[in-house]
């Protein structure tokens, strides 16, 4: 577990430079350590910045791909009528090809959104101290 200490704020905003869409591979805990800024709200901040960098999108992706599987087993047991086999096989399998790529598609998207988060976060912490 590599944990990344943060002292001043040029090494915080760099940081949110260097972060995109994925985190970097090497880092899994930031921890700050300002000197200007009082305690309990750098706990406040480090809480909120490791749990962006923590959340990886996979159970959005996983509830998406699941729902939409549950979906395409449900039409095929009590909707699809009097098809034969063949067809109930490819419409379970295109269902279950749709169900992944929309799973990855809702992870890529909220590995997105919490890139943003994340720099938003820099964004505000940038601000306050330099506020004060």
Not at 56 to 67: H, I, R, Y
Request: contains cysteine; charged residues 15%.
């Amino acid at each position: 577990m590599k944990t990344i200490i943060i002292r001043e704020l040029n090494d915080l905003a760099h940081l949110s430079d260097e972060t995109g869409v994925v985190k970097p591979m090497w880092l899994d805990k930031i921890r700050l350590d300002l000197s200007d800024v009082n305690h309990s709200l750098q706990v406040s901040w480090e809480r909120k910045l490791n749990t962006y960098l923590k959340r990886c999108g996979c159970v959005a992706g996983v509830l998406v791909t699941l729902m939409i599987s549950s979906l395409t087993i449900y039409y095929v047991i009590f909707l699809a009528g009097d098809r034969s086999i063949i067809s109930l096989v490819s419409i379970l399998v295109m269902g279950f090809l749709v169900a992944f790529v929309i799973g990855l598609v809702t992870k890529m998207t909220t590995l997105f959104i919490t890139a943003i988060q994340f720099k938003s976060m820099v964004r505000h912490i940038l601000k306050v101290t330099q506020m004060s």
